[in-house]
C-alpha cells in the first residue's frame, strides 16, 4: 500500500477496520504459511517412499472424501450418516461408463461423477433438509441404503456384490498411462484432483455464504429471523458436499479399476464420519489430520495385530471422545492457547 | 398524525382449543415506541410470531405499509423491514460479537450468497457492523466470543443483530429478560439511541422500562387486547391494575 490510500479515506473509517476484531476478519482468509504442509508431506512421500505410492492415493482419496463431509457437517451442521450415496454414486458413474466402454476418459470422467452425486445430493437434500437432528441423520442413512439396494437388483448392469472389475482407463491427458500398476500417475494424479477440490472448499468456506453457513450451523432459529434462505443454501452447500463425494468416488474407481457395493455402504460413511470426527470437523484441515491417523493406524497396527488392530482404534476414539470433543486439530488448537496464554502472562 | 407503516385486521391465532391470540386490531406508527404488557400466557409471544411469519394466523391479516404481508415468509418480511430480538438469547455462541453483526449486515445487503470472494473483502459490511457495536458501546468485545460476555452485553448483541438489519419495525421481545438490575440501564440507554423513525413494539415486564420507554401501551390478557393508551393512562386504569399491575401493585415491583 502507499501512503496516500489513508489520507484518501475518512479517518474514522480507517480506524473502525484497523481494529483487531475486523482485521481479524479482514485478514482470516489469507493463506497461512503452514498451510503448504500438507502438500510438502505429500510430494516428500512421493519423493522419499516410492513403495507408498499405493497407500497415498488412497489417503488422498480419503482426505477428498472427509473433506466434502466436513463442508455439510462441519460447516453446515447437515448431520449425515449416509455420505456414503454420493460417494457411491460417484464412483458407479466412472464404473459404469468406463465398463461399457462408453467413457474412460479420467478427468472428464471425475466430472461426470461429480454431477451424477450432485443430482442426488440435490434431489435427496431438497426432501431431506425439510427436517434435522435423527429424522436427518436416519433419512440421509435410508437414501444411502435405497442406492445400495437398487444397486444389487440391478446386478445385470452393475455386477451387484461382485462389482464391475478390470476398468480400463484412459491414460491421463492422453499421455500417462493409468492403471494400478502406475502408483507414480495415480498418486500425483489424485493429488492434483484434491488440491483443486481443496481450493474450491478453502475459497467457499471463507466467502459470504460460507459464513451464511457457519451462521446456520450455531443458531438456525437466529438465521430465519436475519431474513436468510436457510433451506436453498443448506440444499446448495449439501448438493456442493455430494459432488465432491462423488469426485472422491470416481478417484477410487479409477485408481482401483473396479467398483463393487462396498462404494455405497454404511461402512464407508462410517469410516469417513469418524476419520472427521478423529481429526476435528469445521476446521478445514481435520479431514487431513483424520486421514492420516486412521490410515496410518489401520495400516501399521493390522500387519502387528492383524486381528485386533481395530481395538487399538476403538480405544484411540474413545479417548478422542473423552478428552478432545474437537478432534486431533482442536485439541492442538486447545494447547497452543494455554501456551499462547502463559506466554503472555509471564 | 404520523403514518401507521404495520397494522393488524382482526388477527386471530388457535392451537387446537386453545385462543391464545384472538381477533386482534392493531396499529404501530412510524417512529412509535410502543410496549405490550399482560400476564404470563397472555399470548404476546404469540402475537409477535404472527408479525414475523413465525406463525400463520388462523384469520385476519397483517399489513406493512399498506401492503397485505400475510401470506410472506419470516425470511421475505425482514427484508421488507421487520426485525425482532428474542426473550432468550438466540446468538451464534461460537463466534465473536463482530461476526455475529456481520451475518446480519452481509444477509440484508445480500452479500450472503456470494461463494467467490472472501468475506473479508466486504470491507463495507464489516466497518458497519463495527459501527453498530459502536454505538451500542461494544466496541472492546467485538473480538470476543459472544458466549464469553456477560449477559446483559449478550442482551445488547441480540439489539445489534436487529439492529444490523435496518428495520422499519423493530419487535422487541424482552429486551431486558435476565438482566440483572445493576445492568439493565445499559439495555435502555441502547433503547433509547435507536434511531427515531424505526417504529418499535416492546414486550416487557419490567414497568420501569415500560415507563421509561413507551409513548403508548397495550395491555394483552387472554389473547385480546384489553387496553390501550399513554403510559400514565394505563398505570391509572383500574381495571389494568386489577388484571395486571395489581398483583405487585407497585411499578418497581419487578426489577
Redesign the interface.
Same mark, same amino acid.
Given at each position: 500500500m502507499n501512503a496516500a490510500a489513508p489520507v484518501a479515506a475518512p479517518a474514522q473509517i480507517t480506524s473502525r477496520v484497523d481494529h483487531p476484531a475486523a482485521r481479524a476478519l479482514t485478514g482470516r482468509h489469507r493463506v497461512r504459511w503452514w498451510e503448504a504442509l500438507p502438500w510438502l508431506a505429500a510430494v516428500a512421500l512421493y519423493l522419499a517412499f516410492p513403495d507408498y505410492l499405493g497407500f497415498g492415493t488412497e489417503l488422498l482419496i480419503v482426505i477428498l472424501f472427509a473433506l466434502s463431509l466436513d463442508l455439510a457437517l462441519g460447516y453446515a451442521g447437515i448431520i449425515t450418516l449416509g455420505h456414503a450415496a454420493f460417494f457411491g454414486g460417484g464412483a458407479y458413474t466412472v464404473g459404469m461408463l468406463a465398463f461399457y466402454g462408453v467413457w474412460t476418459e479420467p478427468i472428464t470422467g471425475l466430472v461426470l461423477a461429480a454431477a451424477t452425486a450432485a443430482v442426488i445430493g440435490l434431489l435427496s437434500g431438497l426432501v431431506l433438509l425439510r427436517t434435522s437432528g435423527l429424522t436427518l441423520l436416519m433419512l440421509t442413512i435410508c437414501t444411502m441404503a435405497l442406492m445400495e439396494q437398487a444397486d444389487n437388483m440391478a446386478r445385470t448392469y452393475t455386477g451387484g456384490f461382485d462389482g464391475l472389475p478390470d476398468l480400463p482407463i484412459a491414460p491421463v491427458f492422453g499421455l500417462f498411462e493409468f492403471n494400478p500398476l502406475y502408483a507414480n500417475t495415480q498418486f500425483l494424479y489424485a493429488l492434483g484432483v484434491l488440491f483443486l477440490c481443496f481450493a474450491f472448499v478453502r475459497t467457499l468456506i471463507y466467502s459470504p455464504f460460507g459464513q451464511s453457513l457457519t451462521g446456520i450451523r450455531e443458531n438456525l432459529l437466529r438465521m430465519h429471523a436475519v431474513g436468510s434462505p436457510v433451506r436453498r443454501r443448506l440444499v446448495i452447500c449439501y448438493t456442493i458436499s455430494a459432488a465432491l463425494a462423488g469426485v472422491a468416488g470416481g478417484l477410487s474407481a479409477q485408481t482401483n479399476a473396479f467398483v463393487n457395493l462396498s462404494a455405497l455402504d454404511l461402512d464407508r460413511a462410517a469410516t469417513v464420519l469418524i476419520v472427521l470426527i478423529l481429526g476435528g470437523h469445521g476446521r478445514l484441515y481435520g479431514a487431513f489430520i483424520g486421514a492420516v491417523v486412521y490410515l496410518t493406524l489401520e495400516h501399521f497396527l493390522a500387519q502387528i495385530y492383524p486381528t485386533a488392530w481395530q481395538l487399538g482404534l476403538g480405544i484411540l476414539l474413545v479417548l478422542i471422545a473423552l478428552f478432545a470433543r474437537n478432534g486431533i486439530l482442536g485439541l492442538g488448537e486447545t494447547l497452543w492457547r494455554r501456551y499462547d496464554a502463559r506466554r503472555a502472562a509471564s | 398524525m404520523t403514518e401507521t407503516r404495520l397494522e393488524t385486521r382482526a388477527l386471530s391465532r388457535h392451537f387446537g382449543a386453545l385462543t391464545a391470540v384472538q381477533a386482534i386490531d392493531f396499529k404501530l406508527a412510524t417512529g412509535a415506541r410502543h410496549a405490550l404488557i399482560g400476564p404470563n400466557g397472555a399470548g404476546k409471544t404469540t402475537f409477535v410470531n404472527l408479525l =414475523?411469519g413465525?406463525l400463520r394466523p388462523t384469520h385476519g391479516h397483517v399489513l406493512l405499509g399498506g401492503c397485505d404481508i400475510t401470506d410472506k415468509a419470516?425470511?421475505?418480511?425482514?427484508?421488507l423491514g421487520i426485525?425482532?430480538t428474542?426473550q432468550i438469547n438466540?446468538?451464534?455462541?461460537?463466534?465473536?460479537?463482530?461476526?455475529n453483526v456481520?451475518?446480519?449486515v452481509?444477509?440484508?445487503v445480500g452479500?450472503?450468497?456470494?461463494?467467490?470472494?472472501?468475506?473479508?473483502?466486504? =470491507?463495507d459490511?464489516?466497518?458497519e457492523a463495527?459501527?453498530i457495536l459502536?454505538t451500542l458501546k461494544l =466496541?472492546d468485545a467485538?473480538?470476543r466470543r459472544v458466549s464469553e460476555l456477560a449477559y446483559g452485553r449478550q442482551r445488547l448483541i441480540e439489539l445489534a443483530?436487529a439492529i444490523?438489519?435496518k428495520p422499519e419495525v423493530l419487535l422487541l421481545d424482552e429486551p431486558a429478560a435476565g438482566v440483572p438490575s445493576a445492568e439493565s440501564h445499559i439495555i435502555l440507554d441502547a433503547l433509547e439511541r435507536l434511531p427515531e423513525h424505526i417504529a418499535v413494539l416492546i414486550i416487557e415486564h419490567d414497568m420501569d422500562v415500560v415507563f421509561r420507554f413507551a409513548k403508548r401501551v397495550s395491555v394483552m390478557v387472554g389473547g385480546a387486547l384489553f387496553a390501550e393508551g399513554t403510559p400514565r393512562e394505563i398505570e391509572a386504569n383500574p381495571k389494568v391494575r386489577e388484571v395486571y399491575l395489581g398483583q405487585s401493585s407497585q411499578r418497581s415491583g419487578h426489577g
Open positions: - | =414475523t413465525v419470516q425470511a421475505e418480511r425482514v427484508k426485525a425482532r428474542f438466540r446468538l451464534f455462541r461460537g463466534l465473536s460479537a463482530l461476526e456481520c451475518i446480519a452481509a444477509e440484508r452479500a450472503a450468497s456470494s461463494m467467490i470472494y472472501p468475506a473479508g473483502w466486504r =470491507t459490511v464489516i466497518d463495527m459501527q459502536e =466496541t467485538a473480538r443483530i444490523g438489519l
